[in-house]
């Protein structure tokens, strides 16, 4: 049997990445995949084999000491490929002894005005990518402006709103190269690390595809919406030959001030025919409200809206443009942190004997996600395995709404999860999504929630008419 000092299962991937014209690689998966150890080894043995002196700049986004960098990583390769003697392994820095080549260690966290102020960097390596940020991306990438220079980029999926997810992943770069590398491509495992695996994989089978096999959470179980669900809705319509009819009705999600912004989801019958989204000042409530107010009209649409916030003024809003028009836009609250609709039916309709909606979901949130995520499973059902599917339990997305908008608004619905409440299904809260993961709020995805779930006619309400 052969013993190789670096992953054969990453010979094809090292090749491409250092021929003329690829400006970047990017090595993504879940842990013990030999990613940090292999590019090391790599980077090792061409810093050893060209005879010109490179500079090589590691960064990660925590660095309070050398040792918290790939600075092990370096020395471990050094003295698995048994060239130690052609390396001065520094305090701070590692060197080539013969080309001067050099390794040199950042923390993006606090170290990235230095970063901002290097220059002459012939490949970067970022470690720990996951955590990468737009903001730092724009400092960090002009470093690396040389003739044949060379971006490398590692981590392990996280969520699909990060930006190194959809940056790198969803939209790779022309001139990148990307491959996807997990646990069971790496032939170094010991016995003792694989059944560590195989124990977490029993313990915790959703986990597992997310901490092991790289999916970003909104592509793994423990979503709400899965992702290859929302990708099958795409004009399902369309694909299961429904046709676009019943009631129009707009899905409003509003703010009036900080980082929200106002979102809106437009719907025929099943169908998702619409996306919009823009900020609103402070004191600008009354102008969204118009804004929504008049499409509706238009359209002779219902618009359904969270009334958690700001959301409570909408429907008095709505009532005076009514009254002031002349008009009849009708409108339905959808009561977010409300007691559920239909308290005592089954929770799941195609099993009679599942629990009631009323001991399944904290609030009406959580069970208007379950119920547009049931349809979403569905269309999936239908549209990938043929499964029989009611046109009432459709979700489709037009494919008229730009690819940008659907792409956004299929990352908000799928970072959220369940979470338990005295027993009961509970949205995971916005506030934990942004202190824990930094996630924004889910504006389009509340806006869609709203739509689909806006009620039966006698709950709506037509304002004051005149």
Sequence with gaps: MATYLTNPALFDFWEQVFEDGIDGGILYGGRS?????DTARNLTRLVDYVPVKLRIMCVRRFQNKIEHSVYQELCDAIEALGLQKRFDIQKAKIVHIATKSEFFFYGTERNLGDIKGTSGVDILWVEEGEALTKDQWEIIEPTVRKEGSLKLILFNPRFVTDF??????VNTPPGWIKRLINHDE???????????IAAHRKRDPDGFENV?????MGDSELSIFKRRWLDACVDAHVNLEIELVGRKVIGFDPADDGEDACATADMIG???????EWRAGKDE??????????RAKAQGALVSYDT????????????DLNSENKASVAHFAFHAGGAVLDPDDPSDPYNENSPTNRAEYSRLKAQGWARTSRKAMLTYNAVVRGHSIRPEDVLSFSSDIPKEALEELFTELCVPWWVQNEGKKHVVPKEKLKKDMGVKSHNRADALIAADNAGEDEHYDLGALV
Excluded: E
């Design 164 to 169: 190194v997810w959809k940056f790198f992943i």
């Design 212 to 216: 092991y096999d790289g999916k970003p």
């Design 270 to 276: 099943s169908v998702v025919i619409g996306l919009d």
């Design 308 to 319: 958690v916030g700001v959301g409570a003024f909408i429907g008095g809003h709505i009532n």
């Design 186 to 196: 790496n032939p170094f495992l010991s016995k003792t690390m694989l059944r560590t």
């Design 285 to 294: 409530l009354t102008q969204s409200s118009k804004r929504v107010w008049a």
């Design 33 to 37: 995949s030999s990613k940090t150890v």
